[in-house]
């Protein structure tokens, strides 16, 4: 940054431009979830508010398909979502089996030791699914396994991991589970209470076309079980469950200050929920799956081929392979100047190799997977 | 909560109550603030989208009374961008001052103690200011003192710290001081150069007046520094500056991904921040002097008076003592049903002792003052 701005920058509004977003995510939020997010601040412990709160609850439950009585979201980003469940199930020396196949398994590595546990990787190629049998080894390999971590859909990679097979061989094997559903959640089947899963945390900005910055997060009874039987206490003081829980899931005394929560921003969530419930979940499965047909049909009419074999591909994330010879960044960047459209780039081992296409939310429609085809075609000749 | 409702909660969009915010923050939004937030979301990696951080980095500075290079605001409430501070600064076994005298010193005290620091408490009365004498005795009671924590703005009591003398005095003893200017920034001189303090952190839904979830921080040099050479790697993985600066502040290579930037709350931070220059920082000072003299006078007619002294008294954080006999709930509930006015309660060891009434960026203007003064005569007479 040049030393001159420093002190004296513009004081003026920022206008941001106009894009269609089809990379990772952000998706394009609808009108009427940036109309709910501009709607007048109220107080966080407000009468009205702390009823939109409970609704807000519901609606999350729903869209998970479970039951479980600690399901809210978490005031900051995927990541802290993430967060949210290693310091509160993780205690130094626990061990933890990660499963890494793309960049948030590596994160999930990354938290389990910031929390002092002892790691067990079960690596799979970028852009494989995680491997069952590799995981059942894994499990058996340590006398006392704490935790099992994977990544549901691997947003580095297009992969979708089996998380019913991955939560029931947890249990089979005295684990927890923790499961990463940021890029999953109303795009394909994610069932909670079927798969047994004990804590799995999502993003506000992926298939649920919210605006980036919150992180819903369930976690089981027996996952919150672990956490008040812990021998030591929650390494964060903002995502300890034992204090978030007398604000968000108050049981016997009255509600108490914790933290301001986000107010707006969970406006736009809750209307982004009302959004998914109003089109079914089962509907949005199904048209996420529709249009991602549609979109490997178009790219493979261009010659271009998917980085994930079939059966696990994600519908919402497409890892396209980059052609030989062709300069993919100058696509992107013609893409994006030319009609305003925004693909997402590879990451860590796929860097260069792939583009990440998103289909979600509001972004897996009929017009998005045309415009995208048609302008991939101009694009990649030049 | 009932049962019936769980999985079957109303679909319904959120409508929230018209209020005046004269709580202990949120305060009330600008429409301005609220339209910006509403700005179609962008990537958090759109070269426009980079540009606008640019800017608020800026007015951050210029809000702040800095020119720390590392000045950002952190993705979550203000409560994460202490953890921030603490976690990067604290390292297990390192002696930590935590100053006491209201209910977030007693939070930063948590936060060390999280950190595997040694606390050494100085304990003031809640609604007193942190006496400097106290703290200076603190500092030559052990060898080596890492970090100073105190809160410049109480907003549990509203009382002002002496950031200027505190700070010098963590200086003077090789300490590094952690200051909370939640409530503080931009409503009072916050001179973070001046002071020379090392890692401030706020909030931006009190005087700045932005939707509630964002928290600006700043770390002077040598505060990255001993971030730089911490023996322990930092417990948060969201929080870790050496990770988080790539995507905020890149030094020589591309910005990277680092967490999805809460893209729509950071317009509205920038327009508030924008609004604030348009005002003037002085500017802003001067009316939250003004309207809150004006208060005191008004509730003094009333018979009211204050809980802190004087020369201690946060213009926009007013606790003001409920008189005997009165109910202070009863009179906060009818002003919220009658007028549609928050004001905050007592918290712990005020709480049932007085009221907190925020005078707070545009919650702060002559309006606001008379409609409170009026509304209170009314609703203490039953």
């Keep these: 940054m ?144 704490k935790v099992l971590a994977f990544v549901h859909a691997e947003t580095s990679t297009g992969a979708l991991a089996d998380a019913a097979t991955l939560c029931r061989l947890a249990r089979e094997h005295g684990a927890l589970s923790i499961v990463d559903a940021v890029t999953s959640l109303g795009g394909v089947p994610v069932e909670v209470d079927t798969w047994g899963a004990d804590a799995v945390y999502s993003g506000s900005q992926k298939c649920l076309s919210c605006q980036p910055g919150l992180s819903p997060v369930t976690f089981s009874a027996r996952a919150v079980e672990a956490v008040k039987k812990r021998k030591t206490p929650v390494r964060s003081w903002l995502l300890d469950l034992n204090l978030v829980l007398a604000y968000w899931s108050p049981t016997g005394g009255a509600r108490t200050y914790h933290h301001t929560a986000p107010v707006n921003a969970l406006y736009g969530l809750h209307e982004a929920l009302v959004m998914l419930m109003e089109e079914g979940l089962e509907a949005s499965w199904a048209r996420h799956r529709l249009h991602h047909e549609k979109l490997v049909a178009g790219l493979g009419r261009l010659g271009l081929s998917m980085q994930v074999a079939a059966p696990y591909r994600l519908p919402q994330l497409n890892a396209v392979r980059v052609p030989e010879g062709v300069d993919e960044a100058a696509v992107r960047r013609r893409l994006l100047e030319r009609y305003g459209i925004e693909i997402g780039a590879g990451l860590g081992a796929l860097a260069g190799k792939i583009w990440r296409i998103g289909l979600m939310g509001q972004s897996c429609t009929a017009r998005h997977v045309l415009l995208c085809v048609d302008a991939l075609a101009d694009t990649m000749r030049g």
């Design 2 to 145: 040049s030393e001159p701005r420093r002190n004296a920058g513009p004081a003026v509004s920022f206008q941001p431009p106009d894009r269609i977003l089809m990379g990772p995510g952000p998706s394009q939020v609808h009108a009427r979830v940036l109309a709910a997010t501009a709607r007048p601040t109220v107080g966080h412990l407000d009468p009205a508010f702390v009823g939109m709160m409970e609704d807000l609850k519901v609606l999350l439950r729903r869209a998970f398909r479970t039951e479980n009585d600690v399901t809210f979201p978490v005031s900051g980003p995927g990541s802290l979502g993430m967060e949210a469940c290693f310091v509160n199930l993780v205690e130094p020396g626990d061990t933890v089996v990660v499963c890494r196949n793309g960049a948030f398994g590596g994160r999930m590595k990354e938290n389990a030791e910031r929390c002092g546990a002892k790691v067990i990787l079960v690596d799979d190629a970028w852009g494989d699914p995680v491997d069952p049998a590799k995981v059942e080894k894994a499990l058996k390999s340590a006398p006392k396994i």
